[in-house]
Antibody
């Protein structure tokens, strides 16, 4: 069965970076794009961007351009989302998704 | 960017009621609209894709209609397990954009 398993919760200081991983299994990794969506506490869903798991090409939402890098390693069927220059506004649960399947979410807390 | 506007932002209904949620796009998106259900503390789950196609495993009481700029999600007979927040998503053009969500409570 399709599974997306994300890395564990992170606590970071303002100005730091975080890298979240998303390991895929149960399907051909290169056959699907993977998207990243975040949800701040008590707020709605926000689409951040997507990576073409085959070519590595990306589309990033404008508000994240320059701070977000989406990559993948096809040898281990894993996608990554790196977010830099963290502020308290980046405190959220970050999801990877194939749209029909979602990871369990990774809580990132930014606090001094 | 395409703006997605959902209404209402919240509703309360009784078990067995018919519930309708609307999503309006700021420009035409054809049928490139998905609906998601998010239960408290859980990841979202896709209910509908292509505006009206039911995701495998989703109960048939959920249905979607619409095209262009106006879309509707209907729950034909509300069940206790449908307590959740529902989101629309346009996947017509990047950046993809979500509606702000509709919280459904059970009376």
């Amino acid at each position: 069965q399709v599974q997306l398993v994300q890395s564990g919760a992170e606590v970071k200081k303002p100005g730091a970076s975080v890298k979240v991983s998303c390991k895929a299994s149960g399907y051909t990794f290169t056959g699907y794009f993977l998207h990243w969506v975040r949800q701040a506490p008590g707020q709605g869903l926000e689409w951040m961007g997507r990576v073409n798991s085959n070519s590595g090409g990306t589309n990033i939402a404008q508000q994240f351009q320059g701070r977000v890098t989406l990559t993948r390693d096809t040898s281990i069927s894993t996608a990554y989302m790196e977010l830099t220059s963290l502020t308290s506004d980046d405190t959220a649960v970050y999801y990877c998704t194939r749209v029909d399947h979602w990871g369990q979410g990774t809580r990132v807390t930014v606090s001094s | 960017d395409i703006q997605m506007t959902q209404s209402p932002s919240s509703l309360s209904a009784s078990v067995g009621d018919r519930v309708t949620i609307t999503c309006r796009a700021s420009q035409g998106i054809g049928s490139d609209l998905e609906w998601y259900q998010q239960k408290p503390g859980k990841a979202p789950q896709r209910l509908i894709f292509g505006a009206s196609s039911l995701q495998s495993g989703v109960p048939s009481r959920f249905s979607g209609t619409g095209s262009g700029t106006e879309f509707t999600l209907t729950i034909s007979s509300l069940q206790p397990e449908d307590l959740a927040t529902y989101y629309c998503l346009q996947d017509h053009i990047y950046p993809w954009t979500f509606g702000q969500g509709t919280k459904v409570d059970i009376k």
